[in-house]
């Protein structure tokens, strides 16, 4: 096993987060590939999110004493012994069939949590049914709203204790790498596809037999080629982009745990999200990426967010993380806690839950290490006196 995993990551030890997504490359179908990695129009947003991070330097103390710092936080009301939890994914079963169970599965071990997408390709139950620990659900706001009261009422009684509403999919973004590489509602396959598609003989033997490539909540009846369709076309027409704020205040008193709207990125919106509904906090995101493009970078909408309602709600970044020194500069730029999406992807899809473990396994060690060369004692000793902005 061990040498298949250096043939994997050719021929070392995956020693940062990015060897997962080289990996996750080879390891499935061209076509597929946009849909795990990539993101709207010109890529712009996608880019600023990493980018953002290079505008900021950590400080450093010396002769701090500190050999084990402390990376324990609490994120939506659970103690967790990472200060990053794993983002709402749909259809990950595209990216490894054992998909969110193998997520779940993983955080949990890490001492974390994931976040269940109304798009997953487990149910809710399934998922709860294979973990141990409470972990979180995602929620689309629908207009149809008994669809949304009997996915909320399904999650409580499943033992989800914290609920994520994200408000940024009105529409689908124009995914253009996506419909380039044929993957649409339905997939459109050539000759060349299915050429290329022969090279992984593993993926497709694996997606025909498990059959975890769809949105299952928005399944009905067996989980067949043609259901998978229909459910991918019903998540599509469930986005209405005339929602609004009473819609999510609907939810909000429908719902009996924490509660936090992801997908802000101004801090009207955030103020009005914890003062106006009584949200505990928000999300800073712009879904990776995948939406507006040349809207702003996550973690450059940030520090507005926390200076608005940082002392009223929980503030967390969703976007562009991929070091640890990248979770440290969010944390001390007043995030509670970050949340990562396709670093877990791509290490599932390179190698199952070992590989969803190996990414969270990185980043622990990355900010061990960093905290150590910093002199910083804790997470919750992070504050903005730990950063300056670069040049």
């Known amino acids: 096993m061990a040498n298949f995993r250096y043939r994997l990551f050719g021929g070392h030890a995956p020693i940062k987060v990015d060897d997962y997504t080289e990996a996750a490359r080879r390891k499935v179908p061209a076509m597929a590939w946009p849909y795990l990695s990539g993101g709207a129009d010109d890529l712009v947003t996608m880019a600023d999110n990493r980018d953002a991070f290079r505008r900021w330097r950590l400080k450093v103390r010396s002769l701090t004493g500190v050999a084990r710092p402390d ?34 599965k993983a955080a949990e071990a890490a001492g974390t949590r994931h976040v269940l ?28 709203k008994p669809k949304v009261a009997e996915l909320m009422t399904r999650a409580e009684q499943a033992g989800y204790t914290a609920l994520f509403v994200t408000v940024d999919v009105g529409v689908i973004g124009n995914r253009e790498g996506e419909r380039r590489s044929g993957m649409t509602i339905p997939p459109t396959f050539t000759a060349r596809r299915l050429l290329e598609a022969g090279t992984h003989p593993a993926w497709w033997w694996n997606l025909l037999k498990h059959r975890r490539a769809a949105p299952i909540h928005y399944i009905t009846g067996p989980r067949t080629i043609a259901s998978a369709v229909e459910g991918a076309r019903d998540q599509a027409r469930r986005m209405q982009g005339d929602l609004n704020w009473d819609d999510v205040a609907w939810m909000r008193d429908h719902w009996k745990g924490p509660f936090y709207i992801k997908g802000i990125l101004d801090p009207d919106d955030a103020e009005r999200a914890v003062s106006g509904i009584g949200a505990q906090g928000v999300v800073v995101s712009n879904h990776g990426g995948r939406q507006l493009d ?38 001390a730029l007043g995030a509670k806690g970050v949340f990562v999406g396709r670093p877990y992807v791509h290490g599932l899809a390179a190698d199952g839950q070992a590989g969803v473990t190996g990414v969270l396994d990185i980043f622990r060690a990355e900010l061990v290490r960093d905290m150590v060369l910093m002199g910083l004692p804790s997470i919750e000793a992070l504050d903005r006196s730990w950063v300056l902005p670069a040049g």
């Open 294 to 331: 040349s809207c702003l970078g996550a973690l450059d909408a940030l520090p507005p967010i926390v200076e608005r309602i940082g002392g009223r709600g929980e503030v967390y970044l969703d976007g562009g993380v991929r070091r640890g020194t990248d979770v440290l500069i969010a944390l």
């Open 117 to 144: 997408s109304t798009a997953s390709s487990y149910t809710m139950e399934e998922v709860a049914e294979a973990t141990e620990q409470n972990h979180w659900f995602q929620l689309y706001p629908f207009a149809d």
């Open 71 to 104: 990376l324990s936080t609490t994120i939506a009301g659970t103690k967790v012994s990472l200060p990053i939890g794993l983002a709402p994914t749909g259809m990950v079963g595209l990216a490894h069939w054992t998909g969110d169970i193998a997520a779940a």
